[in-house]
């Protein structure tokens, strides 16, 4: 009995989906949690500072590296679904708008690079960094390998569309 032919697109939509996934479930952590940094003094997050002796918290008005991790996380999330309707669901476009596939790409990779941008923008306090700092660290590399997998998915994908194309029109040409 032959073995069944594998299929690599579905395979590599899960492997973004999974990819996407685990780098969600970081920046929920790292965003929620106030351990971005720790001092002998203070302990912040995104969201809230918080003074250790006597131990009370305020809201940070610090507020352009938590804007940036929101706009990375739903970002994440469009790339997340975008790649399970045109991969998963298998919605096929025409090949005139089909550069409309590339939005999980290009959202995976910008969702990264907010992700990138929240913790240089937070790391301009010279303090003891935490694990929510390193999450999103994590989040960011995670969402940044889903967004070069989805890069090949779709090149693979317009590839084989393509010689798809000319290998249909040179058998219709033949005499």
Do not use: D, K
């Amino acid at each position: 009995m032959p073995l069944a032919r594998f299929n690599l697109t579905s395979v590599l939509a899960y492997v973004i989906i999974g990819l996407s996934l685990s780098a969600l479930l970081f920046a929920i952590i790292s965003l929620t949690t106030t351990h971005w940094i720790h001092t002998i003094r203070l302990r912040a997050g995104l969201w809230q500072l918080c003074h250790l002796q006597p131990l009370t918290c305020f809201i940070s008005i610090v507020r352009s590296p938590a804007a940036l991790s929101l706009t990375g996380f739903f970002l994440i999330i469009i790339g997340l679904i975008s790649t399970f309707i045109f991969n998963i669901i298998n919605w096929h476009l025409p090949s005139s708008i089909r550069f409309i596939s590339l939005i999980s790409v290009c959202s995976l990779g910008l969702g990264g690079f907010f992700f990138a941008m929240s913790c240089v923008a937070f790391s301009h306090i010279a303090a003891q960094f935490c694990y929510s700092y390193y999450l999103m660290i994590v989040g960011q590399l995670l969402a940044m390998c889903a967004a070069i997998v989805a890069s090949y998915l779709e090149g693979r994908r317009s590839a084989l569309v393509s010689t798809t194309g000319i290998m249909t029109r040179l058998a219709v040409r033949r005499p």
